[in-house]
């Protein structure tokens, strides 16, 4: 994945920030300099449990730091996989061999959604994306969440579930007639082929998401809408409706995923009568905004 061609300009010896929002597709970073300047770049996703400690300093060694004109005084990863103590210490590890003078905090994408979303305002603060997520935020920390178990066990409602349940769907021929068509047409594969992608090739994740790409193209098809329909219930029902007086709480969402279908989702959330306020495709504005008086 090819990082944005833009230069970071800064003047010599301003403090600055680097924010970053890591998914398992891409990165999003963000600079701020002293006098409130901000740029941005995409890199790769960095995601510790698909990728080791080299792999992902390769990535900010060859996609990051050509653009930097300089080194930040501070930086705030926000990553998927990141939960986990052990993760993070590996992903800091890296970001340190390429910063070493900076001070890193490595913080998981969950926390990212919360900042973004609530700012200082308890809620419930979902992420549907590549994967899926949600925790219950009190307006400083998270205090409670559902177990992420990953596309194979959970993710219900992400990019990656819909596409895994879709191209099964087609490939034991169990979709409509003329939704097989579009299949066909749109991406021209075959078993041996899906086969060798999700069970042999890195980032299966990624793979499965890119078939849920047709559903957004079709959602007037009444197929299609319900099988969308169906996968944002799954998500309600697992995660949002397990959380203590989740009716009484604001609801948010980051993520291409409901940021792109965000009209089924509230729709969803309607007919389980919890109100669905902020939805973002990414995080990284509201994560900005958050770091910005740090400056």
């Not at 701020?32 to 960095?46: C, E, L, N, P």
């Amino acid at each position: 994945m090819i990082a944005s061609h833009s230069r970071f300009q800064f003047y010599p010896m301003n403090r600055m920030i680097l924010i970053a929002d890591s998914g398992s597709t891409k990165t999003d970073w963000r600079t701020i300099d002293s006098s409130g300047k901000i740029a941005q770049v995409k890199t790769a996703g960095m995601n510790p449990y698909q990728q080791t400690t080299q792999d992902i300093y390769l990535e900010i060694k060859e996609r990051l730091l050509p653009i930097l004109t300089e080194i930040p005084s501070s930086i705030h990863f926000y990553g998927a996989g990141c939960a986990a103590e052990a993760n993070a210490a590996m992903v800091k590890a890296a970001i340190q061999q390429a910063f070493p003078q900076s001070d890193i905090r490595v913080s998981h994408d969950l926390l990212a959604a919360a900042h973004a979303l609530c700012d200082k305002q308890p809620g419930i603060a979902c992420i549907l994306g590549t994967g899926s997520n949600s925790s219950l935020y009190d307006g400083e920390k998270i205090i409670m969440q559902q177990p992420s178990l990953g596309f194979i066990l959970g993710d219900e409602g992400s990019g990656a579930v819909m596409g895994k349940k879709l191209i099964s769907l087609y490939l034991t021929k169990d979709l409509p007639e003329h939704i097989m068509k579009k299949m066909d047409e749109k991406f021209d594969t075959h078993l041996d082929e899906v086969l060798q992608n999700v069970y042999k090739q890195p980032f299966p994740n990624r793979y499965l998401a890119g078939f849920s790409t047709i559903l957004f193209e079709n959602l007037k098809d009444p197929f299609i809408y319900r099988f969308v329909y169906e996968q944002f219930q799954q998500f309600f029902e697992n995660t949002v409706c397990r959380y203590p007086d989740y009716k009484e709480h604001k609801v948010h969402f980051v993520g291409s995923i409901a940021y792109y279908y965000s009209n089924i989702l509230r729709q969803v959330a309607s007919d389980h009568r919890i109100t669905v306020r902020n939805i973002l495709e990414t995080p990284i504005a509201g994560l900005t905004l958050y770091h910005q008086h740090q400056i």
